[in-house]
Every structure is written in C-alpha cells, then in structure tokens.
C-alpha cells in the first residue's frame, strides 16, 4: 500500500528497522500546513537512497506491526508536562496523516473512518514528535495539546484513581494522574484556592509562605545560596539534590502566586533548546 505524502518530505523519509521518525517544520508551506522534513533520531542501519519514495514510506509503515485489523495503538503524550492525555487506535492513513499535518490523528473502529482530535472542540494535539516502542506494535504522539483532551472536559482522559476507589468507595474519580511535580503544583494550588475562600484548616507552611511575599522571596533567595554552597563546598549529591527539592519548593510557591504553572516554565525551556544560550540572554537585552 503506497501513501501519498507531500513533495516536501518526499525525499527526507528515511526507513530502518528501529528508526523513529517525525516531521520538523521548515520555512514553506502547502496548502493550510507547514511543509516538513523528517528528522532522524535513531537508526541501526543506513537507508538505502536507491528506493523510490513509495517505496520508503511502504518499508517504513510496514516496519509497524500492525494487527489483523491493521490497527495499532498510539498514546498521546504532553511534550512538555509528560501527562498521558489519551489512547486510541490508529491505521496507516492515521499515522500519515499526523505525520503531515502535525495534528494528532486516529482511526475510529466504530465509524471506521480517520478522525483528528480537536476536529470537533477546536482542542487538537500538536504533534511534535512521534515515537515507535521497541517491539514497534504501539506508537507515542508527543504533542502540546490546545486544550481540555477529554470530551468530559478533563485535561486529561485519566482521573480515576484505582487506589482511591479501592481505599475509599465513596471517593470522587476526579483525581488526574501526575508525576511528583506536578502533584506538588497541585497542592500548592490547594493550599493557595483556601486562602481565597478562607477555608479553616490546619497551619500550613505553603500558606505561610503565599501570605507573606517577603518571607517568600528570602526563603527563595536562601535555599538558592544553600544549593550553591553545595558546589562551592563540595557536599555530597544527596546534599545537592536535597537544596535543589528546597528551591523547586519555594520557587513554585512564587509561581503560584504570580498564576504562572509549570507547563508555561517547560515550553519555555523546550523553546530554548534550539538557541543557544548566549544568544538568548542576548536577545532579552533588545
């Protein structure tokens, strides 16, 4: 089965057994969408330049495996908080189709047709890199999504907690699954939504801190010297890591008070990425 991309990345397909491939944007468009050239970011072997296109991207999508139905897995990543915003089924069309237009896209077994995420609510997955596991049967969008990913508008399509349910029946399947960072941002968010109703609670440290901005920015400036001084001398990792967890801490208290999250500090480091720092700094004194 031969599919059809645009020119643009006709030629920068690159097939091998355990590659994984996605599109970056260059300066040109087709149509509605940016044209794109695949970037190589792991292969055992080297291509052979004398296949056709047809026939690298054939090679390549067959390198999938695919199940009876043609279908295989793909989860939706944030690029930039690594949440799982949700799982769907995707064939050959889907993946080309993401590929090209950056918008994440599946195939529905019920309607048996592709349909892209965010067609209907406007919240589409911005797909900004895509990778295959090592067994090659299920596939990883990792994209920045424009909003809410689940239809019941959730952020995302997992809340329910198996532990909750277990440990307490009554409990409300409404707790989003996260990482330790962002469990942190949500209890200090807590902690700041009480302040705001005037909620009557235990004594808390965060609160303390998030009603008293000097108190805040000394401790900010504070465990920032003490992670320093773990350099300068010369204390052990655990040390190190310790001050670091301390700065983190007080720093996104700041950020709670300023309503900046965290996701706004990654995407902006991802930016980075591509510049360099110097150039960076540079530009902020324009």
Same mark, same amino acid.
């Given at each position: ?33 940016? #044209? ?32 009876? #139905? ?6 939706? $990543? ?22 090209? =237009? ?67 029946? $009554? ?46 920015? =000394? ?31 007080? =720093? ?35």
């Amino acid at each position: 089965m031969a599919i059809s991309f645009p020119h643009c990345i006709q030629t920068a397909i690159v097939p091998c057994r355990n590659v994984v491939v996605f599109p970056k944007v260059l300066n040109c468009r087709f149509g509605n969408v940016k #044209k794109t050239r695949l970037q190589v970011l792991a292969c055992s072997s080297v291509a052979d330049k004398g296949l056709s296109f047809d026939k690298r991207v054939e090679t390549l999508v067959d390198s999938v495996k695919w199940d009876d #139905k043609g279908l295989a897995v793909a989860i939706a $990543q944030n690029v930039d908080t690594g949440a799982i915003l949700m799982q769907g089924f995707i064939n050959r069309d889907a993946l080309a189709t993401t590929i090209s =237009s950056h918008k994440a896209t599946f195939y529905s077994r019920s309607r048996k047709q592709l349909w892209i995420k965010g067609e209907t609510s406007s919240n589409f997955i911005n797909v900004h890199d895509i990778f295959l596991d090592c067994d090659r049967d299920s596939i990883i969008y990792l994209g920045k999504p424009d909003g809410p990913t689940c239809h019941t508008g959730a952020e995302t399509c997992y809340f329910s907690s198996v532990s909750s349910i277990v440990e307490n029946s $009554q409990a409300e399947n409404d707790i989003l699954a996260m990482t330790t960072l962002y469990s942190l941002e949500s209890t200090i968010a807590e902690r700041k939504a009480e302040i705001e109703r005037k909620t009557e609670t235990k004594a808390s440290w965060t609160k303390k801190l998030l009603l008293d901005e000097k108190l805040l920015c =000394s401790k900010v400036r504070e465990e920032a010297d003490e992670l320093c001084r773990t350099l300068e001398d010369n204390e052990d990792k655990s040390r190190a890591a310790s001050e670091m967890a301390d700065v983190l801490y007080h =720093s996104m208290v700041l950020l709670a008070l300023k309503d900046v999250k965290m996701e706004d500090v990654l995407e902006l480091l991802r930016k980075r990425f591509s510049k360099s720092g110097i150039e960076e700094k540079n530009s902020r004194k324009s």
